[in-house]
């Protein structure tokens, strides 16, 4: 699925369901990335993996989108993995002071 300048690819196998994003995450691309990851949190998937290793650029929507999952992820034993963003990326949610809370792995 492609979203003004979002990609999204969505792929299940076994007990692990892949979220992968491209490009933008603004608010003009938030909603299906958003409809995605609930999309796979109503699985019964054991691990939900969102892959941003090759997201070009994050807004304010994109911070609360991540901060939203991590929470619902919290509440629903701790399904969420998110996949490290590119080093630019990755200092916007530093900044945002939300890159320590969030289940990041390489």
Do not use: C
């Not at 629903?76 to 990041?104: C, E, F, G, K, Y």
Request: proline letters at 4%.
């Amino acid at each position: 699925m492609t979203a003004g300048k979002l990609a999204i690819s969505q792929q299940r196998s076994a007990d692990r369901y892949v979220v992968a994003v491209s490009g933008e995450l603004d608010i003009a691309t938030a909603a299906p990335i958003e409809q995605a990851l609930q999309h796979a949190e109503a699985t019964d998937a054991r691990s939900i993996i969102l892959d941003l290793s090759r997201l070009d650029f994050i807004d304010a929507s994109g911070v609360a989108l991540l901060v939203s999952a991590n929470a619902r992820s919290q509440a629903d034993s701790n399904r969420l993995i998110v996949i490290r963003p590119p080093r630019h990326v990755m200092r916007v949610l530093v900044l945002s002071a939300i890159a320590h809370t969030l289940p990041l792995t390489d």
